[in-house]
C-alpha cells in the first residue's frame, strides 16, 4: 500500500509576486546559514533564511522587470541574477552588502536562462541568448570577454534558444553546450570551434527546459506537450534519444536532477510536481501543492544528505519546500 | 440401380412417373435422398449416365413437374451437380422454366440461401441458360424497385429478393452487364427512392446495400455509391454473397492420405517454432535480471493514484450556464458546461424554474461545438432534467415548437423523445433520498423534523426491540416499496393535448399527414406512450377520448409504421382507462374501433 505523497516541510511567502527562478546556497559551514535565492515576476530578488523562514535581504536591481535567473558564483556572497530589463548583474553580497558590482548587457529581449559554468578558481564560463535571433553568446567572468559566438547554420530555423547548460565531463577537459531551442532540437555545442557537433529532434513543441547528467552522459528535457524526452551522448559525441515518457498533463516549465544523480523533478503547468526516479525514469510521487503553474524547481546542495531539500517556485506567488526521498 | 445402355426409353418414363408421383405426394425427401447422391455420383464423370439422368427428369409429366425440380434444387449439394443433374431442362421444359424462374424466386420465398445460391448458379453454368439469368435480374430488379412491393410486401421476402439479386450480379460478367446496363441503372435509382423512403430501418438498410452493391457493379471504374449504415452479421452475409466462391469437390477417398502427410508436416515446424520460442524466452529474464540489481529500486514510490488529467471548472450557476453556452468562445469551458449541466439542473430547481423556458430554447437549438463525446445524449439528459423540474412551462414551449415553421425532423423527433423521457421520469415515484420532498415521504407517518434523525430512532427502537423479545419464527419479510406522488397527473394534459391539436395543419415546411409520414409515425408511438403512463391520473379519460378520435381519423393511412402506432395507442387506451369510465364515456368510440379492428383481421 503506497504512502500518500507528503506535504510540503514548510512554505515561503511574501515575494506577492509570481517566482521564476529559485537556487540553495547550504553548502557554508555554521555559523553559516543556508539561503535560497528567489526572483521573482516583480523584480526583486529574495533572500530567504532558511533557518527562520523569512526573507532577509530583498534585492532591487533590474528596475521592476521580471527577474528569470538567479545564480551563485561560488558562494552565497556572489551572486548573478537575469532580468527582463536585457541586463545579467553580478552582485556583492559579502557582509551585509547589497551593491551591483557589475552587469552585462544582454540587449536580449527573450526568457532564455543562462547557464554557468566554473572553469577555473575565479573564471566562469556564461551562456547566454544573445542579441540576434537564434544565437547564443559564451563569455568568460568576471572579464566578460566574449568567448565564442554559437550561430546555427544558415536555414537551420532553430527559432530562438530557450533553455541553455554549460558542462564539462571534469574539470579542465573541454566545456560544451546543450541548447534546446524553440522548434523542438536539442544542439551540442563545441565551444572552441563554435560548431555543432549534433542535433536532436526531441520535441515537436518548444524545448522549456533540460539538464544533463555529465557521469552518464545522459539527459532530459521537457516542453510544452505531454513527453519528456530522455536522450543520451555516444561516444562519437551524438545525441540519440533513449526513450520518452508521457505525462497525464501536458507543459512542463522546469527540469532538475539532483546533484547525487538519484532522483529528478519536473515542475508542470498543470501546479504539479513530479519525482522520477534518474536510473529507469521510474515516477516517484506527484506533488500537488500548489495552486498555479510551477515555475522553477530545485534541489539543494546541503551537504549533509538528510538535509537535503526541493524547492518549487510557483506563479501563485509561493515557494514550497519539500523533504523528499533523503535517506539514499 | 443398375441399368444396361440401349433401349431403355420406356423404362426411363416409367422410372420418371413413378418419380414424378412419389415427389407430388409429399415423399420427395425419401425418394430423392437416396436418388440424388446415387445420381450425384453416377454422373460424375460418365455422359451416359448423365444423359440418362437428363431424360428421367425430362419425361416426368407436367403436372408433377414442380415437385421434382423442387426437391432437385433444394437437395442438390452444388450448383455445378445441379446442372449435372438437370441438364438444360429449363430451356426445354416451359413447365420448369416457369417453376425455376418465377415461382421459386419471386413467388416464393421460404428457401434458404443455398438453394437460392444452387439455382442461380445452374442457370450461369450453360451459356443457353445465361440468358435466362439475365431476365430473371431484370424481373428482380423490377420487382425490388417497385414501391407498392417494398411497401407491402412482408420484410422476409424483400431479403429473399435482395439475396437473389446481389447472388445473380455475382454470376453475371461483364458485357452481360453492360448490354442492360441502362435499365438495371433506372431500376436502381427507382428502388433506391422507395427502399430509403420506408419507415422500416431494415428495408431502408436492404436497399441501401443492394443499390451500393449494384453500383459497384455497374460502375466498376467511376465513383460508386456508399450508403452509411451500422455494419453487423447481416449485412456482411450480404456482402459476402456478392463474391463467388469455388464449388469445393468434397471427395472422401483419395485426400485422406494427402491430408495427413500434410498434417505430420506442419506438426513438427509447429514443435519447432515452439521450441525456439522456448529457447528465446529464457534470454529474456536474464537480461533483466541483470538490470534489477540496481540500487535504484530502493526508491520505494508513492501512491500518485490522484495524478489526473487537469480539468477546466465547469460553472456552478445555472445563470452562468447559460451565458456559456450562449455565447461564449472558450470551447474548453462551453465542453465542461455541457457534462455539468444535467446535474446542474437536478441540484437547483429553484433556480432553474426562473430561466427554464429559456434554458430549453437554448438546448433545443445547441448545436455541436466541438467533438464532445455523447453529445446527444448529453443534450438530451439536459432537456429532460429541464423538463422534469419545470414541467408545465416548458412543455408548453416544446409542445408549440414542434408545429412549428424551420424546424429539422430531427429538432421534431427529439422533442417528441424528450417528452416521452420527462414522462416517464415523471411517473415513476421517486425512490431515492436525494431530493426530499419536505414531509412527503410516507403518507402515514407523522412530519418529522430533519430527515436523519428520523432514521436513527427507529433503528434504535428495532434494536433494542429485537434485543429484548423472543422470536419464535419471523414471517415472510416484504420489502416496503418506496412511495411517492406521481407528478406526472398534473401534468400529463399538457403534454398529451398540444400534441394532437394541430396534426392535421399543414406547415410550408412540415407537412404531417403528407410527406412526413415518418414523424406521424413516431407521433402516433409518442402518444401511445403518453398515454400509456398517464394511468390512474385524472385527465386520463378525456386523453383517452380524444386519442380514439385521433386513430380513427388516420386508420387508413398507407403506412405501416404509422399503422402499428395507431394499433398501439388502442392498447394504450384499453390499458390505462379503468374499465367504467371505458365503457361510460366511450361507448361510441370503443364500438366503432372494436368493428374496425374486427373488419381488419
Not at chain 1, 514548510?10 to 509570481?18: M, W
Not at chain 1, 528535457?221 to 519528456?228: A, I, N, R, T
Request: with cysteine; net charge negative.
Amino acid at each position: 500500500m503506497a504512502l500518500p505523497p507528503p506535504d510540503p516541510e514548510f512554505v515561503l511567502r511574501g515575494t506577492s509576486a509570481a517566482i521564476h527562478t529559485l537556487h540553495f546556497s547550504c553548502g557554508g559551514q555554521e555559523p553559516d546559514v543556508p539561503v535560497l535565492f528567489s526572483g521573482s515576476e516583480n523584480g526583486f530578488i529574495h533572500v530567504w533564511n532558511l533557518k527562520t523562514h523569512r526573507v532577509d535581504t530583498a534585492l532591487d536591481g533590474h528596475g521592476r522587470k521580471s527577474v528569470y535567473c538567479v545564480e551563485t558564483m561560488g558562494g552565497k556572497d556572489r551572486l548573478l541574477s537575469q532580468g527582463r530589463d536585457q541586463r545579467i548583474c553580478l552582485w556583492d553580497l559579502a557582509e551585509g552588502r547589497t551593491s551591483v558590482t557589475d552587469s552585462v548587457f544582454t540587449e536580449n529581449v527573450g526568457f532564455c536562462r543562462c547557464s554557468l559554468l566554473k572553469v577555473a578558481q575565479g573564471r566562469w564560463l556564461m551562456a547566454m541568448a544573445a542579441k540576434a535571433l537564434e544565437e547564443v553568446q559564451v563569455l568568460e567572468l568576471p572579464s566578460k570577454t566574449s568567448v565564442c559566438t554559437l550561430k546555427p547554420e544558415v536555414g537551420a530555423k532553430l527559432g530562438m534558444p530557450m533553455c541553455l547548460k554549460l558542462w564539462q565531463l571534469h574539470c579542465g577537459s573541454q566545456p560544451l553546450l546543450l541548447a534546446g531551442y524553440e522548434d523542438g532540437s536539442v544542439v551540442l555545442w563545441n565551444l572552441s570551434t563554435a560548431k555543432a557537433l549534433s542535433q536532436l529532434v526531441c520535441h515537436q513543441e518548444p524545448v522549456m527546459s533540460l539538464d544533463f547528467d555529465s557521469e552518464k552522459a545522459k539527459g532530459i528535457s521537457g516542453s510544452s506537450e505531454k513527453v519528456l524526452s530522455i536522450w543520451s551522448l555516444n561516444e562519437q559525441q551524438n545525441l540519440q534519444v533513449c526513450k520518452t515518457h508521457k505525462l497525464v498533463n501536458a507543459g512542463i516549465a522546469d527540469i532538475t536532477i539532483r546533484p547525487d544523480k538519484k532522483i529528478l523533478a519536473t515542475g508542470g503547468w498543470d501546479h504539479r510536481i513530479r519525482i522520477f526516479g534518474w536510473k529507469k525514469m521510474k515516477p516517484l510521487a506527484v506533488l500537488d501543492y500548489h495552486t498555479a503553474s510551477v515555475h522553477c524547481v530545485s534541489f539543494s546542495d546541503h551537504k549533509n544528505p538528510t538535509e537535503r531539500l526541493l524547492a518549487a517556485g510557483s506563479k501563485d506567488h509561493r515557494i514550497s519546500i519539500w523533504s523528499i526521498y533523503t535517506q539514499t | 440401380v443398375c441399368f444396361i445402355p440401349g433401349g431403355l426409353d420406356c423404362s426411363i418414363s416409367f422410372v420418371s412417373h413413378v418419380l414424378g408421383k412419389g415427389c407430388v405426394h409429399g415423399r420427395q425427401k425419401e425418394i430423392l435422398s437416396v436418388l440424388i447422391p446415387c445420381l450425384t455420383d453416377l454422373t460424375k464423370s460418365d455422359c451416359i449416365w448423365q444423359r440418362i439422368c437428363w431424360r428421367l427428369v425430362e419425361r416426368v409429366p407436367d403436372r408433377w413437374m414442380e415437385a421434382v425440380v423442387l426437391g432437385f434444387v433444394q437437395r442438390a449439394p452444388g450448383a455445378d451437380v445441379l446442372s449435372r443433374l438437370l441438364g438444360n431442362l429449363v430451356v426445354k421444359n416451359k413447365k420448369a422454366q416457369f417453376v425455376v424462374t418465377q415461382k421459386l424466386l419471386l413467388l416464393q420465398f421460404s428457401h434458404t440461401t443455398a438453394v437460392l445460391q444452387n439455382l442461380l448458379g445452374y442457370l450461369s453454368l450453360d451459356g443457353l441458360r445465361r440468358a435466362l439469368l439475365i431476365k430473371v435480374l431484370q424481373e428482380l430488379l423490377e420487382t425490388w424497385a417497385s414501391s407498392s412491393a417494398v411497401k407491402h410486401s412482408p420484410p422476409e421476402q424483400q431479403q429473399y429478393i435482395s439475396k437473389a439479386i446481389l447472388i445473380c450480379l455475382s454470376h453475371l460478367n461483364e458485357p452481360e452487364i453492360e448490354s442492360c446496363r441502362q435499365e438495371i441503372l433506372t431500376n436502381m435509382m427507382e428502388g433506391v427512392k422507395c427502399h430509403l423512403d420506408s419507415s422500416l430501418p431494415q428495408i431502408r438498410r436492404l436497399g441501401m446495400i443492394v443499390a451500393e452493391s449494384i453500383s459497384l457493379k455497374i460502375n466498376s471504374d467511376g465513383p460508386v455509391l456508399k450508403f452509411q449504415y451500422e455494419e453487423d452479421d447481416e449485412t456482411r452475409a450480404l456482402k459476402s454473397l456478392l463474391v463467388q466462391t469455388p464449388p469445393f469437390c468434397v471427395v472422401p477417398s483419395l485426400p485422406d492420405d494427402d491430408r495427413n502427410e500434410k498434417a505430420d508436416a506442419a506438426l513438427p515446424s509447429v514443435l519447432e517454432s515452439n521450441k525456439k520460442a522456448c529457447t528465446a524466452a529464457p534470454v529474456m529474464p536474464d537480461e533483466e535480471s541483470d538490470a534489477e540489481l540496481d540500487s535504484d529500486d530502493d526508491l520505494i514510490p508513492y501512491d500518485m493514484s490522484e495524478d489526473k488529467e487537469l480539468k477546466t471548472k465547469a460553472p456552478v450557476y445555472i445563470r452562468d450556464c447559460i451565458e456559456v453556452l450562449m455565447g461564449s468562445d472558450d470551447v474548453d469551458k462551453w465542453e465542461a458546461t455541457i457534462k455539468a449541466l444535467e446535474s446542474l439542473v437536478r441540484k437547483n430547481p429553484a433556480a432553474t424554474r426562473e430561466v427554464s423556458v429559456e434554458l430549453a430554447k437554448i438546448l433545443l437549438h445547441l448545436e455541436e461545438k466541438t467533438c464532445v463525446e455523447g453529445f446527444v445524449e448529453l443534450r438530451q439528459r439536459a432537456q429532460v432534467a429541464v423538463l422534469t423540474t419545470d414541467p408545465i412551462p416548458v412543455a408548453k414551449y416544446l409542445t408549440s415548437q414542434f408545429y412549428s415553421l424551420n424546424y429539422s425532423l430531427c429538432q421534431r423527433m427529439d422533442i417528441l423523445d424528450i417528452l416521452v423521457l420527462a414522462a416517464q421520469e415523471l411517473s415513476c415515484p421517486k425512490s431515492h433520498g436525494k431530493t426530499r420532498h419536505s414531509g412527503a415521504q410516507k403518507p402515514c407517518t407523522q412530519l418529522l423534523p430533519g430527515s436523519d434523525s428520523s432514521k436513527d430512532w427507529r433503528r434504535i427502537v428495532d434494536e433494542r426491540i429485537k434485543s429484548k423479545t423472543r422470536r419464535f419464527a419471523t414471517g415472510k419479510s416484504h420489502v416496503e416499496l418506496a412511495s411517492g406522488p406521481n407528478e406526472f397527473s398534473s401534468v400529463a394534459g399538457h403534454f398529451f393535448f398540444p400534441l394532437i391539436q394541430h396534426f392535421d395543419r399543414p406547415l410550408t415546411t412540415f407537412d404531417l399527414l403528407g410527406e412526413d409520414h415518418f414523424v406521424l409515425g413516431r407521433l402516433v408511438h409518442t402518444l401511445a406512450i403518453l398515454m400509456y403512463l398517464a394511468v390512474n391520473t385524472v385527465a386520463v379519460t378525456a386523453m383517452g377520448k380524444a386519442l380514439l378520435e385521433f386513430v380513427w381519423a388516420l386508420r387508413f393511412h398507407t403506412d405501416s409504421y404509422v399503422r402499428q402506432g395507431l394499433l398501439s395507442c388502442i392498447s394504450s387506451v384499453l390499458l390505462s382507462i379503468p374499465a367504467e369510465h371505458l365503457l361510460e364515456d366511450m361507448t361510441e368510440e370503443l364500438l366503432e374501433t372494436q368493428s374496425w379492428l374486427g373488419g381488419k383481421m
